[in-house]
């Protein structure tokens, strides 16, 4: 079996890497994901901090992960009995903590208007602040 963390969010081609897990996955393997997902539709302010976050930062293919959307990409990968459980709600205390130690180096950065070149300080105050427009969630899928 894989079992593996936010990985695919993180690269430039997750389709590229989906496929290579697939592939040296032995038949009836199974692929355990955990994985940030975005809601379909947002409103169009959320949507452009969002943006900030996945164009500023490692996270370049997170503007793909949909919540209508993710199984179907396992499933094109060539992946059966895909299932999806959201942790959001898991997560919640650990986003409120990130957002509780970037409160203040935030507000410093926005003083300075810099707070979009840094990206993680950015992300961790506002994914807190956006938190019901995302599922963090759990992808297992078997290889046939």
């Known amino acids: 079996g894989i079992y593996t963390i936010e990985t695919f969010v993180h690269t ?12 040296v996955l032995k038949p009836g393997g ?3 994901h955990f994985e940030y997902v975005m809601d379909d539709i947002m409103p169009k302010a959320v949507e ?3 943006r900030i976050i996945y164009d500023g930062s490692a996270m370049n ?12 990409i ?11 459980t959201d942790i959001t709600a898991r997560m919640v205390p ?27 300080t950015y ?12 599922h963090y969630t759990i992808i297992k899928a078997v290889k046939p």
Not at 12 to 23: H, Q, V
Not at 74 to 84: I, K, Y
Not at 94 to 120: A, G, H
Not at 125 to 132: C, D, F, G
Request: hydrophobic fraction near 40%; avoid cysteine; charge should be positive.
């Open 30 to 32: 199974v692929l355990v």
């Open 74 to 84: 396992w499933e094109e990968a060539g992946f059966l009995d895909v299932h999806t």
């Open 48 to 50: 452009q901090k969002w």
């Open 123 to 134: 992300a961790g105050h506002h994914s807190y602040l956006m938190r019901k427009y995302f």
């Open 12 to 23: 430039p081609n997750y389709n590229r890497n989906l496929k290579e897990f697939y592939r």
């Open 94 to 120: 650990f986003m409120k903590r990130l957002y509780q130690i970037s409160f203040v180096p935030y507000f410093i950065l926005k003083l300075f208007s810099k707070e979009k070149s840094f990206v993680n």
């Open 61 to 72: 293919t997170l503007k793909d992960f949909r919540i209508s959307k993710i199984k179907k």
